[in-house]
């Protein structure tokens, strides 16, 4: 079973409107923690946000907020105001306590910023 | 802010031959990974190392795989005989902490390529 499911395959948002990733993640370990990287074209992962489980605020982190519904297991990454610069394919991840904590990823979103 | 640095940044081989990647985590980290990307799909994990040793691994890290922390700096990733499709972009990354813990951070990677 997938462990960490991303629907949108693709997404496009206008510049400077906000646009929502969606990210959903099966695991029975209460202790985990969720994270979002962006990898541009050139590659690398950069880091953009982290959820621990047990936070209770959701964690915001300049324009990336992360709408974190433990019950229903989602951990969506919002946008705000997006920039021509956001067009890449974005990941979630997530690493568990009682599973080595290695990183899970999911399959990716690639998100179009149309200026 | 703090990085995980990888060299090189891309590397071309002949098949059969052995490669090195090479990185160098956050200097006060303690759990690292190799992570591999082959061109346009997921991040698939490979394998974690804490405190000296292999702490999990997965399917694709065969005998041909090895990895080292020869100097208690460089944390790096031997493929024995290269094969074509050994061509991926191989991330490393290291963490301070286990799930809970906020720093997890990616190298920009090596981009491989087996000819």
């Known amino acids: 079973a997938q462990k960490i499911t991303q629907t949108q395959p693709g997404m496009f948002v206008q510049e400077k409107e906000a646009v929502t990733l969606d990210c959903t993640y099966d695991?029975?370990?209460?202790?985990?923690?969720l994270f979002w990287y962006k990898q541009p074209s050139s590659g690398e992962m950069i880091f953009l946000i982290y959820q621990g489980s047990y936070d209770q605020q959701n964690a915001t982190e300049g324009r990336y907020s992360l709408n974190f519904q433990k019950a229903r297991k989602s951990a969506n990454l919002v946008i705000s105001a997006s920039q021509l610069g956001d067009s890449a394919m974005y990941f979630c991840a997530m690493r568990e306590d009682n599973y080595g904590q290695n990183f899970v990823f999911g399959p990716g979103t690639r998100l179009s910023v149309l200026p | 802010e703090p990085e995980v640095t990888q060299t090189p940044s891309h590397q071309v081989t002949q098949m059969g031959q052995e490669v090195i990647l090479r990185c160098v985590p956050i200097?006060?980290?303690?759990?690292f990974y190799w992570y591999r990307q082959i061109l346009g799909q997921k991040v698939e994990f490979l394998v974690s190392?804490?405190?000296?040793?292999?702490?999990?691994k997965s399917e694709i890290f065969d005998d041909q795989f090895s990895v080292e922390r020869p100097d208690g700096s460089n944390f790096t990733l031997k493929i024995r005989s290269t094969k074509l499709e050994d061509s991926a972009m191989y991330f490393c990354?290291?963490?301070?902490?286990?799930?809970?813990?906020?720093?997890?951070?990616f190298g920009q990677g090596t981009r491989l390529t087996v000819v």
């Open positions: 200097s006060n980290h303690l759990y």
């Open positions: 695991t029975s370990d209460p202790s985990y923690g």
């Open positions: 190392f804490y405190n000296n040793e292999i702490s999990e």
């Open positions: 990354a290291s963490s301070g902490g286990g799930a809970l813990d906020t720093e997890a951070f």
